[in-house]
């Protein structure tokens, strides 16, 4: 999948969460009766398909160009950054984050969340 593929991904994931109107639901991915969790509506959306009990999906992961399945957040060297509002699965989860925050949340931590070539084209989408 070339990096322009992703990044469309990515735009129409995020995008969405920031509109999204549907159920939000934590521990898994979720489904349209349990509710979603960021990651299981970036599933939805792109037509991915995927277990609803399951955690993550590095399926999903891998089209959209995130550095690992649960969204952690990277400083630029590399090195996981260990805080409960680090990764997407967290701030759905345990701090109840709505979709459009963790949707603001990942417009604002692009080059954190996302492989190079990926964050640096969503950074000139979105312009930040």
Not at 34 to 45: A, N, Q, S, T
Not at 49 to 67: H, M, P, R
Not at 94 to 114: G, P, Q, V, Y
Request: glycine share 8%; proline share 2%; hydrophobic share 30%.
């Amino acid at each position: 999948m070339t990096t322009e593929h992703k990044v469309k991904n990515a735009i129409k994931w995020i995008d969405y969460l920031s509109t999204t109107e549907d159920p939000q639901g934590k521990g898994c991915l979720g489904n349209d009766e349990r509710g979603y969790c960021c990651l299981g509506i970036g599933c939805k959306v792109l037509n991915i398909e995927f277990e609803s009990s399951n955690y993550v999906s590095i399926d999903f992961a891998t089209k959209v160009g995130l550095c690992t399945g649960n969204g952690d957040h990277f400083h630029s060297s590399k090195v996981v950054v260990k805080s409960s509002l680090t990764s997407l699965t967290s701030m759905n989860d345990c701090h109840r984050m709505t979709f459009k925050e963790i949707a603001d949340n990942i417009k604002n931590t692009l080059s954190n969340r996302f492989l190079p070539e990926v964050a640096e084209l969503l950074n000139k989408h979105y312009k930040r």
